[in-house]
């Protein structure tokens, strides 16, 4: 009597159906690598110069946007006079003359003998020659009656050793701004973080050998260090019309926070990357190695090889066979017993 075993099939093997055979064809693929990022533009606003407590009609305005200004930097003509951007460490809080002394004093002497009026050593002691020096620079400036007294009134201080200029809220004609009135805005310098599109984890360094896309817009090549200063300022341009649009569908009250762009990073020189369907590879018999079976004339060959990426079902590998190869899709089924 015979027994039914259960899970077992008594099927004689020849009455299997053969297994078919599938096979495709070794491709290239000229990957560019892209991927999806978040710029993040960071202001860093500068100075602005304030008004002394200076009077009378501004005759003439020397600053201009774009300028550079550096101690020394005429600003303007005021009553007759030229006033000029002085740097110190601090602004000047009075009026000196001789028998003044302090750090005040020091400073104004080592500004004097660095445009070139020397008011001998710089020793905080307000004396004579300090006097006959600040008579030559008024002298100098436009002042027809010099007294050999200092007035913070004439000089706009200079809190940084250089600044680049921005706006210049100065009109000749009309009468000098009120002291503190910011008088001259400087232009702000800017920083850009780059963002994982998905993490949103700072990528740092920057990832070499890849151009930058915002939109239409590309930015060229990326180096580790950063962006250049051109890029920089497309990158600007590019937050501030994004920030417009923003600004123009934001509900009222809303706020936000540095301007962001989103960004494609795509690999300068394409990746060429070869290709084949993912059950292609199989294991070799000590568990390390890896191949796929390459079909040549009725047989089956093993080809070595390494997978070094793939997405939906496809695999990268390398080395590869040449393209247009034939290689095993179903191994295991057509092969169970090939190995590497």
């Known amino acids: 009597m015979a027994l039914a075993v259960s899970g077992i099939d008594s099927t004689p093997p020849e009455l299997h159906p053969p297994v078919a055979l599938a096979a495709a ?16 533009i960071v202001e860093h606003p500068a100075p602005s110069l304030r008004a002394p407590a200076w009077s009378g009609v501004v005759g003439a305005v020397y600053a201009q946007p774009g300028q550079t200004m550096v101690s020394g930097t005429p600003v303007a003509l005021v009553g007759g006079v030229v006033v000029t951007a002085i740097h110190t460490g601090v602004p000047f809080a009075r009026s000196l003359s001789v028998g003044a002394a302090g750090s005040d004093v020091t400073s104004l002497q080592m500004v004097l003998k660095a445009l070139g009026f020397d008011p001998g050593d710089a020793s905080g002691k307000y004396n004579n020659s300090t006097a006959k020096a600040v008579r030559a620079w008024r002298t100098f400036l436009g002042d027809l009656t010099p007294t050999g007294a200092f007035d913070p009134a004439f000089v706009v201080w200079l809190p940084t050793t250089s600044l680049d200029v921005d706006v210049v809220a100065l009109g000749v004609a009309e009468s000098a701004p009120a002291a503190g009135q910011p008088i001259i805005v ?20 920057l990832p070499v050998g890849y151009t930058v896309e915002v939109g239409a817009t590309s930015l060229g090549a990326l180096a580790s260090s950063g962006f250049t200063e051109p890029q920089m300022e497309q990158l600007v341009e590019l937050a501030r019309s994004s ?26 020189t394409k990746l060429v990357q070869k290709v084949v369907p993912a059950g292609a590879v199989i294991q070799g018999s000590d568990g390390d190695g890896t191949c796929v079976l390459v079909i040549s004339d009725g047989s089956f060959l093993a080809f070595s090889t390494q997978v070094v990426g793939g997405s939906l079902g496809v695999v990268y590998v390398n080395p590869a066979p040449p393209d247009g190869t034939r290689v095993v899709v179903n191994p295991a089924e057509v092969a169970p017993t090939q190995s590497c």
């Open 243 to 268: 920030a417009q649009t923003n600004d123009a569908a934001a509900q009222p009250g809303s706020t936000s926070g540095p301007p962001e762009l989103n960004a494609v990073l795509k690999l300068s």
């Open 25 to 40: 064809e070794v491709r290239s693929f000229a990957d560019d690598g892209a991927r999806d990022v978040v710029i993040s």
């Open 186 to 205: 400087g232009a702000s310098t800017y920083d850009a973080v780059v963002l994982d599109g998905g993490s949103r984890n700072v990528l740092n360094p």
